[in-house]
């Protein structure tokens, strides 16, 4: 069974400090990989996909990255309004396809 | 604002009822999703639509259906509720119909309470 795990579930963190979210996948038949920031009470907004190991995308203060296992959401010198809960969902297809999320970390950062 | 449209934001409603909800998507977006959001299920994607037609299918109930209409809004056809249907249901849309390749851009989610 196709699994998505992100750590830590919670992150909170000083104004320019830096730090990574991990999510780490068991699947077959990986298709893509995304990342979304989610504000409270609101829907997700897209913030990269990723395809192969050894990809890397940026925006901004973020970078994701991508290896057989996991993937890797950098966050750079940190602002407040980088506050969000993180997701991480993963694309396979066998027979069809299947979409599966991770349960996210949540980032507070401190002015 | 993502450009999509979800109607109504809030939703109060009995067990065993049943339940529509309506999502408009972006201008020139062919693909429909829809979306569970739930404290201890998380987001799960229930069903995909693309011009009119069922693209992609996940974890959405028999007791759920949805269907993509020709002006290419999307209702979500929620039965027999129970309490554990209680969550935020949101749709999303994209133009193409691949979902490694295409952006969803999601709406701001009906809110169903079951009581």
């Known amino acids: 069974e196709d699994q998505v795990t992100q750590s830590p579930e919670a992150l909170r963190l000083q104004e320019g400090e830096s730090s990574s979210l991990n999510c780490s996948y068991t699947?077959?038949?990986?298709?893509?990989l995304f990342w979304y920031r989610q504000d409270p009470g609101k829907g997700p907004e897209f913030l990269f996909t990723?395809?192969?190991a050894g990809e890397e995308k940026e925006k901004e203060r973020l970078k994701a990255t991508l290896t057989k296992k996991e993937s890797f959401l950098h966050i750079t010198a940190p602002k407040p309004e980088d506050s969000a809960t993180y997701l991480c969902?993963?694309?396979?297809?066998?027979?069809?396809?299947?979409?599966?999320f991770g349960a996210g970390t949540t980032v507070t950062v401190r002015a | 604002d993502s450009g999509v449209t979800q109607t109504p934001k809030h939703l109060i409603t009995a067990t065993g009822q049943r339940v529509t909800l309506r999502c408009s998507p972006r201008s020139g977006d062919l693909s429909v999703y829809w979306y569970q959001q739930s404290l201890d299920q998380g987001l799960q994607f229930l069903i995909q639509?693309?011009?009119?037609?069922?693209?992609a299918k996940g974890n959405i109930l028999e007791r759920f259906s949805a269907q993509q209409f020709p002006d290419l809004h999307s209702e979500l056809n929620l039965s027999s509720l129970e309490l554990g249907d209680s969550a935020l249901y949101f749709c999303?849309?994209?133009?193409?119909?691949?979902?490694?390749?295409?952006?969803?851009?999601f709406g701001p989610g009906t809110r169903l309470t079951v009581l």
């Open positions: 699947v077959s038949g990986l298709r893509g």
């Open positions: 990723l395809y192969s």
């Open positions: 639509y693309y011009n009119g037609e069922e693209r």
């Open positions: 969902a993963v694309l396979t297809f066998s027979n069809d396809y299947k979409l599966s």
């Open positions: 999303a849309s994209s133009v193409g119909g691949d979902l490694a390749y295409n952006e969803q851009f």
